[in-house]
Every structure is written in C-alpha cells, then in structure tokens.
C-alpha cells in the first residue's frame, strides 16, 4: 500500500531538507536518465502520478537529487540508453 498523504509529505520534506544542505546538488544526466529507466521499469511505480509506491517520493525529483537514493538504483547494472 502506497504511504498516506502525511507520510509523503514528511518524506518530501526530509528528502528537499537534505538537498538544500547539500547545495542543491543534481546527478549528472546520464544518472538521472539510469535513475528513470529503473523506475520506470519498477512494478512499484504509479505511472499516473509519476510517484513511487513504495517511499511515496515523486520519481522524477527523486531521480535527480543527488542526495536521494533507492534499493533498485544500487541493484541494478543498468546502463543509459541514451534517451
């Protein structure tokens, strides 16, 4: 079950918190585009929305922060296509 709307709003809050302390720091493109082909591969994925079922992040921020990370980005040997 995908988390409650609170809990998506505590988690977005901790994760733009860590990102500002970072310096807003981005992955380089050819992460974010390895990031997004997981995810978008990922039966956890909310297609409409664009948002993760599991940790209730929405993806494509989630993929960009450098600060952010997921089980499947370490687990997978993905490569970018290029997109």
């Given amino acids: 079950m995908p988390p409650s ?3 998506k709003a505590l988690n977005f809050a901790k994760a733009a918190a860590k990102y500002a302390a970072s310096g807003c ?3 380089s493109t050819d992460e974010y585009v390895r990031r997004l082909e997981i ?3 990922c039966e956890k994925l909310d297609a409409k929305s664009m948002s993760c079922n599991e940790c209730g992040c ?5 993929c960009l922060w450098a600060t952010e990370n997921c ?3 370490e687990k997978s ?3 970018p296509s290029g997109i």
């Fill in 58 to 62: 929405y993806v494509k921020l989630k």
């Fill in 71 to 73: 089980k499947n980005w």
């Fill in 39 to 41: 995810c978008a591969s």
């Fill in 5 to 7: 709307l609170p809990e």
């Fill in 25 to 27: 720091k981005n992955v």
């Fill in 77 to 79: 040997a993905c490569k």
